[in-house]
């Protein structure tokens, strides 16, 4: 299985950190995120990667074209694309009916031999990873105007896109180039019944913000970094 990472975003909300330095090269634990997420797939045997360059992408390229032992193709997608261009433009590269499809931020203990065997079981051409988060805020719950109870930062009862996909490779004759991934093809295709999703409970979290960043850091440094399962072996 080949696995497309997005790594192309300017992350404007991590600045000034990533005006010199890409949001994929933020180190985690003394490594960057996206050698984080590169690991996770490769303990489930999946090494084969396809990453969709844009902003700083020579950064990138210079930090992962030698000392990894997996297959690594780098492709400048542009640096103003959105993700579905970005898609659009490695689909020479995709050899096989289906491919992962991630992000270069976000972090996650989902099963991905269960994720491709949910993907494998249906019709559809594309399988999204869905996660309840927890609220960033605590909550305040009230009987009239008294408070009854505080529930710090609980988790949401809504499902969000936590990414980590499996996409069939059918998916590019159904894609116009430009067209935006999460914006228009996918509610596109959710509206032909094409799109599943896989729900997981487990740990996720993404590398938006500096505070973020400052978490993972923490969880790596307590030992309860839940995606690190190489790091467990």
Known sequence: ??????????????????????????????????????????????????????????????????????????????????????VWRVRDRIHGPDFFLAYGDDLSDVDLAKLLAFHRSHQGLATLTTVNPTCQFGIIETQGNQVSRFVEKPRLNRWINGGFFVLSR??????????????????????????????????????????????LNELWEKGEAEWAKWNHD
């Open 1 to 86: 299985m080949q696995v497309v990472i997005l790594c192309g975003g300017k992350g404007i909300r991590l600045w000034p950190d990533s005006v010199t330095v890409p949001k994929p090269l933020i180190r985690i634990g003394g490594a960057p995120v996206l050698e984080h997420i590169m690991r996770y797939f490769a303990h489930y045997g999946h090494t084969d990667f396809v990453l969709c360059l844009g902003y700083k992408g020579e950064k990138i390229r210079e930090a992962f074209q030698n000392g990894l032992p997996w297959n690594i193709g780098f492709v400048d997608t542009g640096e103003g694309s959105n993700k579905g261009e970005r």
């Open 170 to 215: 059918r998916i590019f004759d159904h894609m116009t180039p430009g067209e935006d991934l999460e914006g228009v093809l996918l509610p596109r295709l959710a509206g032909q019944g094409l799109v599943y999703a896989y729900k997981h409970e487990g740990f996720w979290a993404c590398m938006n913000t500096h505070q973020d960043t400052r978490l």
